[in-house]
């Protein structure tokens, strides 16, 4: 009596272990990454960064022309390539390229205001990929905004800006401007001003011989006492 009840105890224990490794391997198959994938993204959004940024580099020499001419280039081969993705996976979540993927994805479609109707396909269903957590909610609020100015609509976070003569940040027109950093707050972003001056001086950064030839020494910032 006890060996046979040693015996179903010891069955019980096995069947237990070979499911819960079932469940262990299934899960891990659901969550396996698409590294090539993940790693041709990669590669797209490092030229994308390349062609965003100040000629660097062997660049350096282009005419105005030329690099324009590169910049469309690059973003309009990345467009082609990220709607034929999109058109097979939807929005890449975390789930298929990791955080880093996704993001760089997002990254991607960003530049691709030449086409706003496939930003905002994109856009779609990033929201509802966001919404079971397999996107980031900052880089959708950046892309709504994004997709937003394209349309000439007032945009919801600020994030898409123009610059004034002195060569500071303004955000675009916003919708209900008076609670704009609750809603940056939702979506993990800085408050407005810390944003605008983080622009100024990136835009400096981006343009500093030209604003030393036009006396401005330093960023403008905004003071962010209130």
Known sequence: ??????????????LQACASKGQQNEKSVKNELDFDLRNEIAQMAEVDQTAAWIPQGEFKNYSQEEWRAYKDSVFTSNKKRAEEIFNEHGFPGFD????????????????????????????????????????????????????????????????????????????RPLIDSANVDIRRAEVGLEPLVEYLNRMTQSHWEMNKENMLKRGITEPMLYSSEK
């Open 1 to 14: 009596m006890y060996k046979s009840s040693l015996f179903f105890t010891s069955l019980i224990i096995l």
């Open 96 to 171: 298929l390229v990791g955080e880093q993927g996704s993001h760089d994805f997002w990254l991607i479609v960003q530049h691709c205001d030449f086409d706003p109707e496939f930003q905002m396909k994109v856009l779609t269903d990033m929201k509802l990929k966001m919404e079971n957590n397999q996107a980031d909610k900052s880089n959708y609020a950046y892309l709504i905004d994004r997709v937003n100015k394209n349309l000439g609509e007032k945009i919801i976070y600020g994030t898409q800006v123009t610059y004034n003569k002195m060569g500071q940040a303004v955000s």
